[in-house]
Each structure stands twice: as structure tokens, then as C-alpha cells.
């Protein structure tokens, strides 16, 4: 199927402590896959993004791996804070062309607990 | 703020109506996507355009239909209206494919 798969769907930390998310992939086509994060009532809003030709990327306290082999990628969030309380979203690329289209997980509910 | 403008930022209507969505991409995108979330839900792929043609469907309902118009602007039309339809509506653009989308503030679709 399309699915990508977002794992795990809430997660509590204390604040200091890092994050984990993660979801896999189905197409194997797939080549660009972003993060976003849904404060609530809000809209997305793009965090970071990973091609498929870079295995990790990092953004100041946020990193996303990938590893294609395995159809997985995966969200780091170090030293969290309470502000990083949120809906995290993974994403994928799927189709070529007229059929292209960005699938996204379930959605993770992060808190960070002060 | 992203750029990707939605009218109107809520909407309460009965059921069998019909109501129009509307989106204006980010200056310059050619990309139109519509996205349902149900509450507490994710984000449901609905529909994609790409300068006024149709390129990708998701599991959108016959009931539902959308365009792409000449200035670029979208519209997405729901008829038949049914309480399960309400759910935040969300409208994003993009330059190109494998290029990041960028989300509109939605539309709140309530059906009473």
C-alpha cells in the first residue's frame, strides 16, 4: 500500500531528555521525506527535510537519519523543551510525476513534561 | 506566516449542503494540495494539482471535487455534506515536486 508508518504515537519525556521518532517507508522510490510539526488548532509547519541521496541532516537540536536500505527514517529532537510539546508528522514522497504525491504517518504526540 | 492563503477559517453548515474551499498557493508555486484532518487525526491526502491539471488523487470522496484555476488558485467543493465531513481542511502549495509544502492556517468544516 501507501502507508507510512509513525511510530510511536505519544511520547512523554522530561524536559532535558532526547526525543525518538520513527516511521517507515513502502516505496522504495521514495526520495524526499520532511518532518512537521502541528502545534494545536495550527497549521504543519516543516521542521527539517532529508533527500535520499544524505543519509543524516542537522539542524541545531534537531536531526533526521535515514537509511533506505531498511525503508526507515527517523527524528531526533536533543535537550528538549516544554515549547517542543506538539503533533510531529513524517512524510514521504511517492509516485513519479503526474502521480507524485507526499504521504504522511500518523502523527506522533510529543510532551515534554517541565 | 507561509504564504498559502484559505478561505474562509470556518464554515458551519448542515447536512446535504454544499460549500466551497478555497486556496491561494504561495507566489510562484505551481502546486496545489488538499489535505483532510479529522480531529485528532492525521493528514489525509485528498487531492493534487499542478499548474490547473489534476496529478495525484488520495481517497477523496465522490462527493468532493476540486480545481485548479488559471491564477493559480484552488477550490475544493463539498456536496452532499455529512457530519463525518467535519474536519480541518488544509490547503499547501509547493514549487516543484520533492520540494517542501508549505500549509495554509485551514479551513474548520463543521456539519450540523
Known amino acids: 500500500g501507501e502507508n507510512v508508518e509513525q511510530h510511536p504515537s505519544t511520547l512523554s519525556v522530561q524536559e532535558g531528555d532526547s526525543a525518538v521518532i520513527k516511521c517507515t517507508y513502502s516505496?522504495?522510490?521514495?526520495?524526499?521525506f520532511p518532518w512537521y510539526k502541528q502545534e494545536l488548532g495550527k497549521r504543519p509547519q516543516l521542521i527539517i527535510d532529508i533527500r535520499s541521496n544524505v543519509g543524516e541532516k542537522k539542524d541545531q537540536r534537531i536531526a533526521v537519519t535515514l537509511n533506505k536500505t531498511a525503508k526507515h527514517f527517523s527524528l531526533h529532537i536533543t535537550e528538549t523543551q516544554p515549547e517542543d510539546s506538539a503533533v510531529y508528522f513524517c512524510?514521504?514522497?511517492?509516485?513519479?510525476?503526474?502521480?507524485?504525491?507526499?504521504?504522511f504517518g500518523s502523527g506522533t504526540r510529543l510532551l515534554v513534561r517541565p | 506566516d507561509s504564504g498559502v492563503t484559505q478561505t474562509p477559517k470556518h464554515l458551519i453548515t448542515a447536512t446535504g449542503q454544499r460549500v466551497t474551499l478555497r486556496c491561494s498557493p504561495r507566489s510562484g508555486d505551481l502546486s496545489v494540495y488538499w489535505y483532510q484532518q479529522s480531529l485528532d487525526q492525521g493528514l489525509q491526502f485528498l487531492i493534487q494539482y499542478y499548474n490547473g491539471e489534476e496529478r495525484a488523487k488520495g481517497n477523496i470522496l465522490e462527493r468532493f471535487s476540486a480545481q485548479q484555476f488559471p491564477d493559480l488558485h484552488s477550490e475544493l467543493n463539498l456536496s452532499s455534506l455529512e457530519l463525518g465531513d467535519s474536519a480541518l481542511y488544509f490547503c499547501?502549495?509547493?514549487?516543484?515536486?520533492?520540494?517542501?509544502?508549505?500549509f495554509g492556517n485551514g479551513t474548520r468544516l463543521t456539519v450540523t
Open positions: 499547501a502549495s509547493s514549487a516543484d515536486r520533492d520540494s517542501p509544502l508549505h
Open positions: 512524510a514521504a514522497s511517492r509516485g513519479m510525476d503526474s502521480s507524485y504525491k507526499l504521504i
Open positions: 516505496d522504495s522510490a521514495s526520495n524526499y
